[in-house]
């Protein structure tokens, strides 16, 4: 058996264990948060004024082409959808899909 080591047990005003204070890269490993946006993404959007799809392809490393390709249309058509703050909840989704995040995390503002 692998106890921690690095725990912390608080202790209620009774005197008997109340909390356990765990590392938080332990506390990360066994409650993955697949839902949360990048800090880097943030950054794009909120520093960088980019759209969040846009900040979102700068952050996975694709191109424009790239992200394109996968929804099915022009380079250019994709730019055009990707210079919207707020594109429809089709588009959304399928960018969201093309990106491989859910249309939820296209909504930074």
């Known amino acids: 058996m692998n106890a921690h080591t690095d725990v912390q047990v608080i202790n209620g005003p009774d005197g008997k264990p109340a ?15 697949e839902d ?3 800090h880097e993404v943030a950054g794009y959007v909120l520093v960088d004024e980019l759209s969040p799809a846009a900040a979102w392809r700068r952050h996975l490393g694709l191109t424009q082409a790239e992200v394109a ?8 058509a994709y730019a055009q959808q990707e210079k919207a703050r707020r594109p429809r909840a089709g588009t959304r989704a399928r960018i969201a899909s093309a990106l491989g995040i859910s249309p939820d ?3 930074i503002n």
């Open 19 to 33: 909390f356990v204070v765990i590392p938080y890269q332990d506390y990360v490993s066994t409650h993955p948060r």
């Open 36 to 38: 949360l946006i990048p």
């Open 69 to 76: 390709e996968r929804i099915g249309i022009t380079q250019a």
């Open 105 to 107: 995390m296209l909504d």
